[in-house]
């Protein structure tokens, strides 16, 4: 079957969009994708959304969407798996035009978390866990990153400083992102010195929630135009898995492995006959630092207990054995909720074409993104590779 490509994208910035509706971030990145691909015309929206009907009380994002980007008429529908509803969307979006049954498919991310302050927030985002066993006892998100975090520590006997390098190496990469909320690397003392949030999770161990849209267009290869200028390389998903697993961490054998992580990132790689030391760089979701150590273990790039040790080492970096959130990662670009996944693509195929100015991961040819809902509790990984 041809190769399904990545025509087009689109992104607005990440930040606190106080003055901009839900509705106008995903037609920003809607209208800058579509453009971007030459004007392709989408037959179907698919949504990635984690929290629109809680922080915007807004449901039906398929319809509400094609009515305000003038594309009425088209299938279309919204995506949820927490975290992961962006990958999940972009996934949904790769199937309907594998299938043929989909010409052309526009992906969108988008998240408004500024439509709501304070434990409103607390409360959406409470939701994507569970309800019953965790958090009807007020456990959050990032109360559950620091269980994580401390016990991964006590396993493997961790310093106290010994996440740092993944706060480090995402805001050095961040200073080049035009798009990402934090642009300033920070030095090792500030991070030694950040409020902590949770013990032993500090604001540097976790991705600031923000707003943001993101957006994709896909095609088949054979549907591109003869005359496509070659300024414009194309990007194909060439593996595309996804896997979930228990909901609640309790209901765990071990907590700390990423089981579906592993099992969607080796699906995809399978589905492209890659070896892991095949890929060149690697977004993962770091909503929380340990979450990148976990992820880094689970796909095979550090045996379990030593992930964090790659991060220490520099062995992330953009020059590094595996660059990491060459972006900025969820950590500088920020959490967008719903949208984080297509941001990923998007900036995993800014990579790709060899347009990512300083943070350009030379030679790169195939890239590993991979999203999550919640922790781990949904996986999905995808592989793009450079057309050459």
Not at 83 to 109: C, E
């Amino acid at each position: 079957m041809t190769d399904i490509v990545i025509a087009g994208i689109g992104q607005t910035e990440v930040g606190e969009h106080w003055d901009i509706s839900l509705r106008e971030l995903a037609f920003h990145a809607i209208q800058a994708a579509v453009k971007d691909a030459g004007g392709l015309t989408p037959q179907a929206l698919f949504v990635g959304n984690m929290l629109s009907p809680n922080l915007s009380n807004q449901a039906h994002l398929g319809a509400l969407l094609t009515d305000y980007a003038g594309l009425t008429g088209i299938e279309a529908v919204t995506v949820e798996a927490a975290g992961a509803s962006g990958g999940a969307a972009l996934r949904q979006g790769y199937l309907a035009v594998k299938s043929g049954l989909v010409d052309v498919a526009l992906v969108v991310g988008v998240e408004k978390f500024t439509d709501k302050v304070g434990s409103d927030v607390d409360a959406a985002i409470a939701t994507t866990g569970d309800s019953d066993y965790e958090a009807v006892q007020g456990l959050t998100a990032s109360a559950q990153a620091a269980l994580l975090m401390r016990r991964y520590m006590h396993e493997y006997h961790v310093p106290a400083d010994g996440f740092a390098g993944f706060a480090l190496t995402a805001h050095a990469n961040g200073a080049g992102n035009q798009y990402a909320m934090f642009q300033k690397a920070i030095k090792p003392e500030t991070y030694a010195k950040a409020e902590m949030v949770s013990d032993p999770l500090n604001m540097f161990d976790m991705a600031p929630n923000a707003d943001g849209a993101a957006a994709l267009v896909l095609t088949r290869r054979d549907l591109i135009p003869s005359n496509w200028p070659a300024s414009h390389p194309l990007v194909k998903v060439a593996g595309s898995a996804a896997a979930a697993g228990t909901l609640a961490l309790h209901d765990r054998k071990d907590p700390l492995f990423f089981d579906t992580a592993q099992i969607s990132a080796g699906k995809a790689m399978k589905q492209v006959g890659l070896p892991l030391d095949g890929i060149d760089f690697f977004e993962y979701h770091d909503a929380f630092s340990i979450y990148a150590a976990l992820q880094l273990e689970a796909v095979g790039f550090a045996i379990k207990g030593s992930g964090w040790k790659l991060a220490a080492e520099g062995a992330i970096g953009l020059k590094g054995r595996i660059p990491c959130a060459t972006m900025g990662g969820m950590k500088a670009r920020g959490f967008p909720g719903g949208a984080a996944g297509v941001y990923q693509a998007v900036e995993a195929t800014i990579q790709l074409r060899g347009q990512a100015g300083k943070n350009q991961v030379e030679g790169a040819r195939f890239g590993l993104i991979q999203s999550l809902g919640g922790p781990a509790s949904t996986a999905v990984s995808h592989i793009l590779e450079r057309i050459e």
